[in-house]
């Protein structure tokens, strides 16, 4: 079998999943019960929120545990919504940004919030000087991806920092679900990031399980109410096992991690290559891009059945995003490029981890070209 669906999930690293069935076996209590029980809990917990901030060179209070990309994604712009709306209602994003940004800020629309969305060019980036004309004295939150999930095209993150240093009391919120292990991504003192979102199976991390930056002396109304745990920002019973193993997964990601990079770069490089010599093969991810998404379409095929064909094969791809290939949605992310919808349906998205090797590629490339010889007359 061949897995090249990393960035809908990652299979769980042997080593996490241990942790995990061993934290789950051992220790039963409650993190907010008093007895010796519950503090063996919290103090797992404390150590793992610690192991977390310490790898990202962050607060331990900088760190809060959720169930994962999307519950982040709600809670940084609907607890800043609420927390800040006597400062202002308009809130800034993108075209290209994941499900859970899009309906969140569509839902505070609907209660009278004004959202600018800002368009992207051919590459799927946005230009920063439209970042600029669109922030008013009203502007309370921005929210931009680092990494797109169906195109891997890089947001110029960096630049929209410096822009928005001049604007203190406006909430970054950054969706970094893609980033960790893929691009260098810099939090804390130095950064003017305010908010980050992450989920770890995402990077061979358990699902179910996230956890949220937020710069220390910031706030955001809580979303889940009730016991007040997570210093009061996010009730619910904690998941200590989960926290234990994602935060051993986040440790084996970060190592080494210029060699992983480099080593999907070089397939992602080899696929393009390669799927640059076929005439009816249009390839919508940039080779600057993340080195683990690779997006590309064979014309007059629709995604899903090159899906399909692949897997009778045991090769395991997507159509773009996993979160809009069941409903059979045309790709929102390439539709933003202006891609024809003709072209955009036919997409599909092949997304690497750190264990996928090149002797993979070729065999995909094998099959490939098998596929390509058939389809190939289809108008």
């Given at each position: 079998?061949?897995?090249?669906?990393?960035?809908?999930?990652?299979?769980?690293?042997?080593?996490?999943?241990?942790?995990?069935?061993?934290?789950?076996?051992?220790?039963?209590?409650?993190?907010?019960?008093?007895?010796?029980?519950?503090?063996?809990?919290?103090?797992?917990?404390?150590?793992?929120?610690?192991?977390?901030?310490?790898?990202?060179?962050?607060?331990?209070?900088?760190?809060?545990?959720?169930?994962?990309?999307?519950?982040?994604?709600?809670?940084?712009?609907?607890?800043?919504?609420?927390?800040?709306?006597?400062?202002?209602?308009?809130?800034?994003?993108?075209?290209v940004e994941h499900p859970a940004v899009k309906e969140s800020v569509g839902q505070l629309k609907m209660l009278g919030f004004d959202v600018t969305i800002l368009p992207v060019d051919h590459n799927g980036r946005v230009a920063v000087s439209d970042l600029k004309e669109a922030l008013r004295s009203d502007t309370i939150l921005v929210s931009i991806m680092a990494v797109n999930n169906e195109v891997g095209s890089i947001q110029p993150i960096g630049e929209i920092e410096e822009v928005l240093k001049n604007y203190p009391r406006v909430h970054f919120h950054v969706d970094a679900v893609q980033a960790i292990g893929k691009i260098p991504f810099l939090l804390g003192t130095e950064s003017r990031i305010d908010l980050a979102t992450f989920s770890a199976h995402k990077f061979h991390g358990p699902k179910g399980m996230g956890f949220m930056y937020i710069k220390k002396g910031k706030k955001i109304a809580p979303l889940l109410n009730g016991g007040g745990q997570e210093s009061g920002r996010r009730s619910g019973t904690e998941n200590v096992a989960g926290a234990a193993a994602m935060a051993k997964a986040l440790r084996l990601v970060l190592e080494k991690t210029e060699e992983k990079q480099m080593k999907q770069k070089e397939i992602k490089?080899?696929?393009?290559?390669?799927?640059?010599?076929?005439?009816?093969?249009?390839?919508?991810?940039?080779?600057?891009?993340?080195?683990?998404?690779?997006?590309?379409?064979?014309?007059?095929?629709?995604?899903?059945?090159?899906?399909?064909?692949?897997?009778?094969?045991?090769?395991?791809?997507?159509?773009?995003?996993?979160c809009s290939s069941r409903n059979g949605t045309t790709s929102s992310t390439l539709v933003a490029m202006n891609v024809p919808e003709k072209i955009a349906t036919s997409a599909v998205r092949i997304s690497l981890t750190d264990t996928n090797k090149l002797e993979e590629a070729k065999i995909f490339m094998e099959e490939f070209d098998h596929l390509y010889q058939q389809f190939k007359d289809i108008k």
């Open positions: 079998m061949i897995y090249f669906d990393n960035s809908a999930t990652t299979r769980i690293d042997k080593d996490v999943l241990q942790t995990f069935e061993k934290v789950s076996q051992t220790i039963n209590g409650n993190p907010s019960s008093l007895h010796q029980l519950g503090d063996y809990a919290d103090g797992l917990l404390q150590q793992s929120r610690k192991q977390i901030a310490d790898l990202l060179h962050v607060l331990p209070e900088e760190i809060y545990f959720t169930s994962g990309g999307t519950e982040g994604d709600n809670w940084a712009i609907k607890g800043t919504a609420i927390e800040k709306r006597q400062f202002g209602r308009h809130i800034i994003t993108t075209s490089t080899y696929l393009t290559e390669k799927l640059e010599g076929y005439k009816k093969v249009s390839i919508f991810s940039q080779k600057e891009g993340a080195p683990h998404i690779l997006c590309f379409a064979l014309k007059g095929i629709r995604g899903e059945v090159m899906v399909h064909a692949f897997e009778k094969k045991e090769i395991y791809i997507s159509t773009t995003s996993a």
